[in-house]
Nanobody, 121 residues
């Protein structure tokens, strides 16, 4: 079984910063791409940023220059540094891991439970 646990959400004023963390645990041999999605109230879940196992990154246009995605040395953790936060960044942020290969040879995708980010004065 593979679990993703996010942390770091909270309330921040416009212009502020937050750092989200996501740690994958379980019988994991390797993980491919890890990503952060956001889901605002009444909206669909959308991709914010992604990083491959090799370190290539993708950012949705609205967060370019403000958000930075990175992976830990163990490659089973992913971070999202968010700066210059805006009220429209308010959402539940979900961590996703694709191409998770377990030691038993299973291939699967995994999602975290989400962490709420609220940007408000």
């Amino acid at each position: 079984q593979v679990q993703l646990v996010e942390s770091g959400g909270g309330l921040v004023q416009p212009g502020g910063s937050l750092r989200l963390s996501c740690a994958a645990s379980g019988s994991i041999s390797s993980i491919g791409t890890m990503a952060w999605y956001q889901q605002a109230p009444g909206k669909q879940r959308e991709l914010v940023a992604a990083i491959t196992a090799g370190g290539s990154t993708y950012y949705e246009d609205s967060v370019k220059g403000r958000f930075t995605i990175s992976r830990g040395n163990a490659k089973n953790t992913v971070y999202l540094q968010m700066r210059s936060l805006k009220p429209e960044d308010t959402a539940v942020y979900f961590c996703n891991a694709e191409e998770v290969v377990t030691f038993r040879g299973a291939h699967l995708d995994a999602w975290g439970q989400g962490t709420l980010v609220t940007v408000s004065s």
